[in-house]
C-alpha cells in the first residue's frame, strides 16, 4: 500500500484544526498568527481572523464554522458574516484555554479545556456545551487534555491526555455526562497525542507530535502502523476528499499541511455539512 505523503501547502504559524466545509474544502487554524484559513482550487487564502490563538475547528451541518479559541478563552462561531462568542466562562471563571472540540449526534459539543495542566498539576477538563452557551464540565483531573473523536455509534469518546502520554475512552451517557475514563493506549515519545481521527473500520489515527509520525490504533488499542506525518510536529489528522480516503496533517516544524492515502476512508465526523 502507498504511504508517500505529499506537501499540500505550506508556510503557516502553527497548523492545527483541520476540517472541511460543506464543499469539501479544507480549512485550518493558525495558533500563531491568529488566522483560520482555507485551500479553494489549490491556494491557500485567510478566511477569518478569530482573535488570538485559534486551534480546534468544526463545521456543522449548516456550514457554520466553529472554534475554539485558546488564547481568547473562547467557543465562537462564524457564519462567513460574523463572528459571536457562544461561551466565554463555566461556573464564573473563564474557560480554560480551549483546545480541540466535536459535535455529538444532539448537535452538542465536546471540548478539552488543557489551560495551566500537566502531569504535575493535573486540572484540565472536558466540557460539554450547547448551542445557546450553556456549558458545564463533564471530566476533570487531566493532564493537558487534547484531541476529541467520537465512536461511530457516539458511545465512546476518545481523549487524547498529551500531559500522561496516553489516549482515554469515556462511556457517552445517554444525559451527555461521561463515565470513569479508561487507559485506551499509550502515546511515549515526544510531547504526546494530539488531534485524532477515526476512519470507517473503527481505527484510531493519533497526531503524535514530537515523534513525527501518526501512529494507527485499532477499536481494541492494538497499534498497527506508523504513518508518516511530515515533519516531527504534527498537530492534528482529519479525513477528506471526494472519497474520504485522503488523511490530512497538519505539522509544525515545517509549517504545512500534507496528505496521504491509508487505504481506508475516514469516518464524516457528526454534524459535518459533506
Request: glycine share 14%.
Amino acid at each position: 500500500m502507498d504511504r508517500a505523503i505529499e506537501n499540500v501547502a505550506d508556510g503557516f504559524d502553527f497548523p492545527e484544526g483541520p476540517c472541511f466545509d460543506a464543499d469539501g474544502e479544507l480549512y485550518f487554524t493558525q495558533c500563531g498568527s491568529g488566522w483560520i484559513t482555507r485551500i479553494r482550487g489549490g491556494v491557500a487564502e485567510n478566511y477569518v481572523h478569530s482573535g488570538s490563538t485559534p486551534n480546534g475547528a468544526v463545521f456543522d451541518e449548516t456550514n457554520t464554522l466553529w472554534i475554539a479559541e485558546a488564547g481568547t478563552k473562547q467557543l465562537l462561531r462564524y457564519d462567513g458574516e460574523e463572528l459571536v462568542e457562544i461561551a466565554g466562562e463555566w461556573d464564573g471563571r473563564p474557560l480554560q484555554s480551549p483546545n480541540d472540540l466535536v459535535f455529538h449526534p444532539d448537535g452538542s459539543i465536546y471540548m478539552t479545556g488543557p489551560g495551566g495542566s500537566n502531569a504535575e498539576t493535573p486540572i484540565g477538563v472536558i466540557y460539554h456545551a450547547q448551542r445557546d452557551g450553556r456549558i458545564e464540565v463533564v471530566a476533570d483531573g487531566m493532564a493537558f487534555p487534547n484531541g476529541l473523536a467520537l465512536t461511530a455509534d457516539a458511545s465512546r469518546l476518545y481523549l487524547a491526555e498529551t500531559g500522561r502520554h496516553q489516549v482515554l475512552i469515556f462511556e457517552v451517557r445517554d444525559d451527555g455526562g461521561l463515565g470513569e475514563p479508561e487507559v485506551f493506549a499509550e502515546t511515549p515519545g515526544g510531547s504526546g497525542g494530539d488531534g485524532m481521527a477515526l476512519d470507517v473500520e473503527g481505527n484510531l489515527y493519533v497526531a503524535h507530535f514530537g515523534v513525527g509520525a501518526v501512529p494507527v490504533f485499532s477499536p481494541d488499542g492494538e497499534l498497527l502502523e506508523r504513518l508518516p506525518a511530515g515533519g516531527e510536529k504534527p498537530t492534528n489528522v482529519a479525513f477528506g476528499g471526494a472519497d474520504m480516503m485522503d488523511l490530512y496533517v497538519t505539522e509544525v516544524e515545517t509549517g504545512a499541511v500534507y496528505r496521504l492515502r491509508p487505504g481506508v476512508a475516514g469516518l464524516v465526523p457528526f454534524c459535518d455539512p459533506r
